[in-house]
């Protein structure tokens, strides 16, 4: 929240018209209609809003300062209120699903009922209308733009009355200036506030006379109107700011130097970290690197600033805040290349205050963030310098690490084209633009698109750049995860044994790179059933990760524990998963935030193994709440919503909601082709999920022809020695026992506990449950003396593994079949 202007004077009448027409929906049935202030850049609508929060916050539970102007900062500012409405979300998490959750909370007003929040600057009702909520709390919206009226209550905020500027001014200059004073001013400049703020500001700092000052505003005038200034610019206060830093060059030029500076930043708040001293790099051929190089200039010359009221300064937050007005008229006074000039300068301040942090590190993230306001209004993408264009892909990157596709898409797309535009194609940060480009729509759930894209820009860069240049390699274990969602897995394991072997020449093998290569080859032998190879070499990755000297960021840690807990648990180790996967989500939760996409992964694969461990309740509730926040986040037909909706409807069938299970997997099954295509090994593990759903409620016939079809496409795509492929089977051959065909069932149970036993071992759970249900088969065709010996040594052999007391264990003592479903594993 800005600060409070401790000079706010008059405007009572439009105070207390606000505090009625707020008050009286306060008990309203419908929800409360937003309000807008609107009226001339520089009228105080902005200073009115500030004093109303501060006026009345004793009547609202919550008060929160949006910033409007641009889309990325309005759900960044939504994003951070999720820890003040107390929801599971943390700052850092990903943006555009912690923005929805918070509008959510705020239309259903809870955890509170009465809150205000206020929309600074939003200057396009279009694309704002659908964000500012509607629900028992207020809203306040600042805006030049008059369109905002028929869309929300409006009201207009004009100049100040005479009376209002005559008291501004005998507040503002306590000594020195009489009524009779203060009225000829006010005259002068129009009683326009901003104005107002900084003539009272010059004389406090300088004690010229009013007649002194009123003459050299008349010549100031006289030199603005022949400057043809745009007819949205108050001419008084055109007038009044050029006098200001006129008196301002005289005693200080540094100042006015920092000053042209500040106008080609945004309008958000400038972390003042930004006039630090420069690197060495960017410090040489820059016009502020000397000044900045002395702290002690650097301090004075922002409060002298300050004290001209050109800028705000905010200590608390260690922020410097200039007027959008005051920016447009510096920058209009300067010729091409000094405009040039000085918004290259505003690039490199911008790269250097962060060309030393990791845009994947999440404890730079709050650094990042800052920046982000200055990023359009400065434009950053009209530069052609390589560390300012490598800038700019940081920001990009450390967007969609954060969890914010949708902003980093539309950064990165106009990166592109501008770029494209200045050198074409083969420019090597449009590549790597483009590298980015690909995994954000992958991420979005643009499965093809990613996968023909790389594929181009591969064959591109590797004739461009070369086979072992950085952003070939880069781009090399991204297309990794291309062949895996297609479904190529042993193309996928192939290519990614030949990108270790490159970053592992080009790179150390402990760098954080190898490092993220040897995660992602560990999940090719998952998904190849090698779970013994894969289990080696993900445990040797994480543990090399968590290495403070790999850098890994946080984000590529929590992804190999994830892949540890994953495989432990396909090995059939649940309760050691279990803790793994706890630990895993406490860690993804504290770092990264509840809602960030590696941390709903992680939820999601927690909820599986504590369903394998028989904690079925637990995991029906973890399951229910990721799948809640995953479609609230990217919707429904989004990989990863995917995989949690078929994660809650196997939790629903092991709790005995075998209805709701069923209708959730009827809805799922139909958009897994859509995904993932008609051949691909996640859409027949779906296709199995939905056959058991049927025959456990009762439609066994449906359940046979839908296995059948299913097991048929693993055998072409993974063979009958695969994991997921023998899962099929066992629950094809309950289909045939249930449907009479028990011969047949004993035929395949025979045949799949020898492979079972092969691949997993004897005491692998899914190996244990397949001779389970061999045992009844054999007991139905009679041949009990070998039912009684295997069910015997299955059930000794089940207990010692899982307990006595675990569902499994009690179902099989029962002598009832056991069923096995599929879980995809993040890709």
Known sequence: MPQQNRNFTGRSDLLEGLRRGLKSEVTAVVPFVPKALHGLGGVGKTQLAIEYAHRYRSEYDLVWWIPADQPMLV???????????????????????????????????????????????????????????????????????????????TLTVDVFRREESIEFLMKRVPRGISEEQADRLSDALGDLPLALEQAGALQVETGMSID??????????????????????????????????????????EAVELLRCCAFFGPEPIPRDLFDQMPEAFATGSRMGEMLADPIQVSRAIRELGRYALVRIDSENRTI?????????????????????????????LAATVVSYEADDNTTWPRYSGLLGHITPSQVAESRDPRIRAFALNIVRFLYSS???????????????????????????????????????????????????????????????????????LLTNSHGADL????????????????????????????????????NLALDYLLLGDYATARELQARTFTMQRQAESKSSTVNILSSWNGLARVVRLNGEYREACDIGQDAY???????????????????????????????????????????????????????????????????????????????????????????????????????????????????????????????????????EHHFTLTCVINLASDLATLGEVEQARMLGEDTLGKLRVLLGEDHPLTLAGAANL?????VLGDDERADVLWEDTVARYTRVLGAEHPDVRVMRANQRLDFDFDPPAL
């Not at 400057?227 to 030029?253: C, E, F, H, I």
């Not at 200039?322 to 300068?345: G, K, N, S």
């Open 75 to 153: 759900k960044s500012s939504l994003a951070g209120l999720a820890r003040e409405l107390r929801l599971p979300i943390a700052a850092s998490a990903g943006v555009e699903d912690a923005a929805d959750a918070v509008l959510d909370a705020l239309r259903r007003g809870e955890p509170f009922d009465r809150w205000l929040l206020i929309f600074d600057n939003a200057d396009d009702p279009e694309e704002m209308n659908d964000i500012v909520p509607r629900g028992p709390g207020h809203v306040l919206i600042t805006s030049r733009n008059h369109s905002w009226q028929g869309v929300v209550d």
């Open 321 to 349: 805040h200039m007027h959008r007005l005051v920016q447009a008229l510096l920058r209009d006074e300067l010729d091409p290349a000094e405009y040039a000039a000085f918004r290259r300068e505003v690039h490199l301040l």
């Open 403 to 473: 969890g914010d596709f949708e902003s980093s898409r539309e950064l990165v797309e106009s990166f592109i084209a501008r770029w494209v535009a200045d050198g074409g194609e083969d420019d090597e940060h449009v590549l790597s633009a483009q590298r980015h480009h690909a995994i954000i729509i992958r991420e979005l759930g643009e499965i093809q698109q990613s996968f023909e894209q790389n594929q181009r820009l591969m064959v591109r860069m590797r004739q461009i750049l070369g086979e072992d240049h950085r952003e070939t390699l």
């Open 586 to 720: 406490e860690f993804g939760v504290q770092q990264l935030g509840a809602e960030h996409p590696w941390t709903l992964r992680v939820a999601k694969d927690l909820s599986i193994a504590r369903r394998r461990a028989g904690l079925v309740e637990e995991s029906l509730e973890l399951a229910s709440h990721t799948f809640e926040l995953q479609t609230r986040g990217w919707g429904v037909d989004h990989p990863d919503t995917l995989a949690s909706a078929l994660c809650l409807a196997n939790a629903q069938r092991a709790f005995g909601q075998t209805s709701e299970a069923l209708e959730l997997i009827e809805d799922i099954t139909a958009r897994y082709p859509r995904m993932y295509g008609d051949s691909h090994p996640f859409k027949y593990g779906c296709d199995s999920n939905y056959a058991l759903m049927l025959r456990v409620n009762g439609d066994a016939e449906r359940a046979r022809v839908i296995d059948e079809a299913a097991l048929e496409g693993y055998d072409r795509v993974l063979t009958r």
């Open 775 to 779: 045992a009844i088969d054999l007991r």
């Open 484 to 519: 895996r969602y297609r479904g190529e897995f042993a193309a996928a394991l192939e290519h990614d044994k030949e990108s270790l072997r490159r970053h592992q020449a080009v790179f150390r093998a402990g760098h954080r790179r190898t490092l993220r290569v040897m995660n």
């Open 212 to 253: 002194d000052y009123l003459r050299m505003l008349k010549e100031q005038t006289t030199r603005v109107l022949g400057a043809n200034k745009p007819s949205d610019y108050p001419l008084s206060m055109t007038a009044a700011w050029a006098l200001s830093v006129s008196q301002l060059a005289g005693r200080m030029p």
